[in-house]
């Protein structure tokens, strides 16, 4: 009786073990695909990086260089702060859009320029790993790994379509480290996105810690 | 026999008859012709300061009496939405009754946005000598270049070669508000509901109320016709604003007066009916109502020019009044022991105390009539004069119509039987009522002000759903109502505009600061003509610019022999005549003007900034941003008006005490003794103190309309108590004034009922105290009564 008992539990055992292999075997030979990236995103809580800026602009004779600060507080404030060539400030937090250049200030309702607002809630649904925002107005392709991925983004409002043609951000794990964006009518810009030291301390443990939590469903 | 002797001659009943037709005829010819007001102004006091004179001259005459909030709701979808919010502006554009019709569809800014960059050096605020030396263009070119190669660069691109400093952008900036109204599908939509705005200015003025119903109409009809073949999931229309609730509370009041006055009538006649059994009796006893409402209109007609509406509705409860006097009338003039002399018997023993009661009851309102407030006064002459007509009525062509009151019996035996019941029965309640009316008096006074905290939209005539619904378009829209404005005085039109810029550049620190979050000027469409000198004075020569350019573009990727368009340009500026106010006719820009410059009744010229506050605003900081500046002045429109309306409640506590106070001296001069005016104003103080008390126990907020109230139960009850002293005085409590005294107050409860369940606050307001408190007087007046009645049936 007593080991009857045993060879069942044993042979339960086994055929458990089996079915848990089989579904790690499984789970890792996933594709990469958006919800993992949204995950590893929305890990990073709030961020600063420093940013290089090309712009390529048809009849201008070379490229607009501009240089400056990005920053992101989880949920919603987003922050660019031009240092060169001329120092400007955009910021959006909620449903508030403020410009600050040559001195003077402006805010604006962010929802009251659609196209506006699928841009900023693009970024700070990428960012917050907010998949649905993003999809509300993007069509999204994703490629590559969780240590090398580019998302393709093509804009579905007609309005923002007419400006933007395609968005490209590009990173590593939780990170965002390129956007590339070009418009109708040919100009480009190219984006390289370099964490703060500081911000990136805190940002390196979330990669590997993204990794293996990939592995561990 | 005697019959000729006692009734009245022929000759004067022809002549009695003869003058109340023909007072009766002129008074419904001068009805016709009056002009009925709605709008709260009225309300609004006659002698106000400066700064309630800014506000009351918005409110009659400024944007707000002309802005309509237009909401498409419902329906399938965003997109539906937006389909009929096109097409109802676009017909609301066409049809020329608007001013300025917006929806967030930009198309019909193009032309404006032309004239703009036409215009734009005589626009641009910050055109200084400065901004155009080599370094300032450089700054300039720097920043207009940064807004290419990024999603509004293509908005951008076409003009840089005519305008690389972006002036234009500039200006547009300034144009548009910062609590813009969400867009989507191309129009504006709300936040928080599935709807679409459209915000409208009529081209008539506010009070042209014919002209801005006829502007509803073409809203309404735009809108059938776009959702014709939505069927059943088409969107529905929703549309306030003052000019709309003006319309609707003219058309509301009106229809309600005749409701009350129809559903008043029935239920009164049914009442009368009970109690004579007779329709003659009945017809006769609608006579002194039906004169007294006419009355009261024509003489209000004839001193104020015009009726307001909520003097019309407050007509309906002068029904409750006057038609005691036919019920005292016909029943008092009963059993006269010779056929058609009961009138004179009634004219001897009962008509006294009629009269003292409608003294008293004149005493009372008169303290209305002295109001500041054209709106209360209106009420105060309304009710002397449609009392003392309906009295006269009942003193004078009852009498020939009836000379010996209503024959009939009816239920009055009955009706007799139970205020005789209640008489003997109610003194033993007289401790009790007493401990009820210390205890009333006790949470009266411990509530004190607090009680009194009904806010100037309890006055309001538009349902609390109507004030919510536009409160919410508002909020959509982001229009910025009952906040802060800034307004400037000037003797011309240029002082007042130099004014306006000095405090613009004021505020613009504030902005800078983040205090506020935008604000809206006139000068920014219609700059002083100094402002544009000075612009124009900046602007280089050819040469010179060409110079500074080639400087300024050094190392930039936009070569200066690029910009000759821009040299062309500047050197056309400096040629442009000024712009003035009858450029901007005609385009939507002129709607702006016309929305924040106005000139003043009183002489000179005035200019309004709206403020958007930002996230650290602070009025403080404001005054002290603006200070120095003595023609500018910071109104707080909800300060204001409800300071207006503490010094209104004020002065119609005191007006309803002067008025309280002429009634006991009228009552004590009549009575001549200290014991009869005691016993006679005391149910009627202890009447007013317990539904003061019932309020305050039902936590209702009490205001100015409900003071009215008060001095209406006064009124009212004054006829009950001085007919319980008249019984004292004569011993006599005979079945038929007590029938009287029943079915007179049957009748004022059952009326005042009615107003109390009516849709319109201000009515309801009166009502629901003057209901109660008129039933209270006349139990109250049984119950002090110190001689009870004499038991068993009185001499028939």
New interface residues.
């Given amino acids: 009786m007593i080991s009857g008992s045993k060879i069942r539990i044993e042979r339960w055992g086994r055929a458990l073990a089996a079915l848990m292999l089989s579904w790690l075997f499984a789970s890792s030979a996933w594709a990469f695909d958006l919800p993992e990236l949204m995950g590893l995103l929305a890990q990073q809580k709030s961020g600063e990086a420093r940013f290089t800026e090309q712009?390529?602009?048809r009849?201008?004779?070379?490229?607009?260089d501009?240089s400056g600060v990005l920053s992101f507080t989880a949920p919603d404030r987003l922050v660019r702060r031009?240092l060169s060539?001329?120092p400007?400030t955009m910021s959006v937090e909620g449903?508030?859009l403020t410009l600050?250049?040559?001195?003077?200030?402006?805010?604006?309702?962010l929802?009251?320029?659609?196209?506006?607002l699928g841009?900023v809630e693009a970024m700070r649904g990428t960012l917050s790993g907010n998949g649905q925002s993003l999809q509300r107005y993007f069509r999204s392709t994703l490629s590559g790994s969780a240590t090398g991925w580019r998302l393709d983004l093509e804009p579905i409002d007609p309005?923002?379509a007419a400006?933007?043609r395609s968005m490209r951000l590009s990173g590593r794990g939780g990170e965002v480290l390129g956007i590339d964006?070009e418009?109708?009518?040919g100009?480009?810009?190219v984006m390289a996105i370099t964490p703060e030291r500081g911000a990136g301390t805190a940002a390196v443990p979330s990669a590997p810690s993204a990794a293996s939590a990939r592995t561990t469903p | 026999m005697t019959r000729a002797a006692a009734a009245p001659g022929r000759r004067r009943v022809a002549l009695t008859l003869g003058l109340w037709l023909l007072a009766l005829l002129a008074g419904a010819t001068l009805i016709a012709r009056t002009h009925f007001s709605a709008d709260l102004s009225a309300f609004l006091p006659a002698s106000p300061d400066a700064r309630q004179q800014i506000l009351i001259e918005q409110l009659q005459s400024g944007i707000a009496s002309r802005t309509i909030f237009i909401g498409i709701e419902g329906g399938r979808d965003a997109a539906q939405r937006a389909v009929v919010s096109r097409a109802v502006a676009r017909a609301m554009r066409d049809s020329r009754l608007f001013d300025l019709v917006q929806n967030g569809d930009t198309s019909d800014w193009k032309d404006t946005g032309t004239w703009v960059f036409d215009h734009r050096y005589l626009l641009a605020a910050?055109l200084t000598p400065e901004r155009f030396s080599a370094a300032g263009l450089r700054?300039?070119i720097?920043?207009s270049?940064?807004m290419?190669?990024?999603?509004a660069?293509?908005a951008l691109?076409p003009l840089l070669d005519r305008d690389p400093t972006g002036e234009t952008q500039r200006i547009a900036?300034g144009l548009?508000p910062?609590?813009?109204?969400?867009?989507?599908e191309?129009v504006w939509v709300s936040?928080t509901a599935p709807r679409a705005l459209i915000l409208a200015t009529t081209h008539a003025a506010g009070s042209d109320l014919d002209a801005i119903a006829l502007a509803i109409a073409r809203v309404q009809g735009a809108f059938d016709e776009a959702t014709r073949e939505m069927a059943g999931d088409g969107p529905s229309l929703e549309m306030t604003g003052a000019p709309v609730f003006s319309v609707q509370s003219r058309d509301q009041i009106k229809g309600e007066a005749i409701h009350l006055a129809v559903v008043g009538g029935i239920v009164m006649g049914a009442l009368l009916l009970l109690a004579f059994a007779s329709p003659r009796a009945l017809v006769i006893a609608l006579l002194p109502v039906a004169t007294g409402v006419v009355g009261g209109t024509a003489a209000v007609s004839l001193v104020f020019g015009e009726v307001h509406g909520l003097t019309m509705g407050f007509g309906s409860t002068l029904i409750g009044e006057t038609v005691d006097y036919a019920i005292y009338y016909l029943i008092q003039a009963r059993g006269a022991a010779v056929a058609g002399t009961g009138w004179q018997r009634w004219r001897d023993i009962h008509w006294p105390t009629v009269r003292l009661g409608l003294l008293t009851s004149v005493c009372g309102f008169a303290a209305l009539v002295f109001s500041g407030f054209p709106g209360l006064a209106q009420l105060g002459v309304f009710s002397i004069a449609g009392l003392v007509a309906a009295a006269l009525v009942a003193r004078f062509v009852l009498p020939v119509l009836a000379p010996d009151g209503a024959t009939g019996m009816g239920m009055r035996r009955q009706m007799a039987q139970l205020a005789g019941f209640l008489v003997r029965g109610l003194p033993r309640l007289r401790w009790l009522l007493s401990g009820l009316g210390v205890a009333a008096l006790a949470l009266v006074l411990w509530q004190g002000g607090y009680l009194w905290r009904a806010n100037l939209g309890a006055m309001s005539p538009v349902p609390k759903a109507m004030q919510s619904l536009d409160a919410e378009l508002r909020e959509d829209v982001?229009a910025s109502d009952g906040g802060t404005l800034v307004v400037v005085h000037g003797s011309d039109m240029q002082a007042t505009l130099r004014s306006t810029e000095a405090a613009g550049q004021r505020l613009?620190a504030l902005?800078?600061?983040?205090d506020l979050?935008?604000f809206e000027t006139v000068t920014r469409v219609l700059p002083s003509e100094a402002s544009q000198a000075a612009r124009i004075a900046s602007l280089p020569d050819a040469a010179t610019l060409r110079s500074r350019l080639a400087e300024a573009t050094q190392g930039l990727?936009?070569?200066a022999a690029r910009l000759e368009p821009f040299i062309a340009d500047v050197q056309a500026a400096r040629a442009l005549p000024m712009i003035r106010r009858a450029d901007l006719a005609g385009t939507p820009l002129d709607a702006v003007v016309g929305a924040l410059m106005f000139e003043r009744t009183a002489g000179g010229w005035s200019t309004l900034i709206s403020l958007?506050p930002?996230a650290s605003f602070d009025p403080a900081r404001l005054a002290a941003a603006l200070d120095g500046l003595p023609d500018v002045q910071v109104v707080n429109v909800g300060d204001e008006l409800s300071g207006l309306y503490k010094r209104y409640l004020r002065d119609a506590f005191v007006q309803v005490m002067l008025g309280a106070l002429a009634v006991v001296v009228l009552l004590a001069a009549w009575l001549r003794s200290g014991r009869r005016l005691l016993a006679v104003c005391l149910p009627l103080v202890v009447a007013v103190v317990l539904t003061l008390g019932g309020m305050a126990a039902l936590h209702v907020p009490l205001g100015i309309l409900h003071l009215v109230g008060l001095l209406l139960i006064v009124a009212v009850g004054s006829n009950y108590a001085l007919f319980f002293d008249q019984l004292r005085e004569t011993g006599r409590a005979d079945e038929d004034t007590l029938a009287s005294l029943m079915l007179a107050n049957l009748t004022t409860v059952v009326s005042f009922g009615l107003i109390a369940i009516s849709d319109i606050p201000a009515l309801s307001s009166i009502g629901r105290v003057v209901a109660p408190g008129a039933l209270l007087a006349l139990l109250l007046s049984a119950a002090f009564a110190r001689t009870a009645a004499p038991s068993g049936s009185g001499p028939r």
């Fill in positions: 712009r390529f602009v009849g201008l004779e070379g490229p607009l501009a031009t060539p001329r400007e449903n508030t600050s250049r040559g001195g003077r200030t402006r805010t604006l309702a929802d009251s320029m659609p196209e506006l841009m309005r923002l400006q933007v964006m418009f109708i009518g100009d480009r810009s | 910050g700054d300039a720097l920043d270049l940064s290419l190669g990024t999603p660069g293509n691109k900036e548009i910062a609590s813009s109204p969400r867009s989507e191309g936040r982001g613009e902005v800078d600061k983040g979050s935008g990727p936009l070569p958007h930002g």
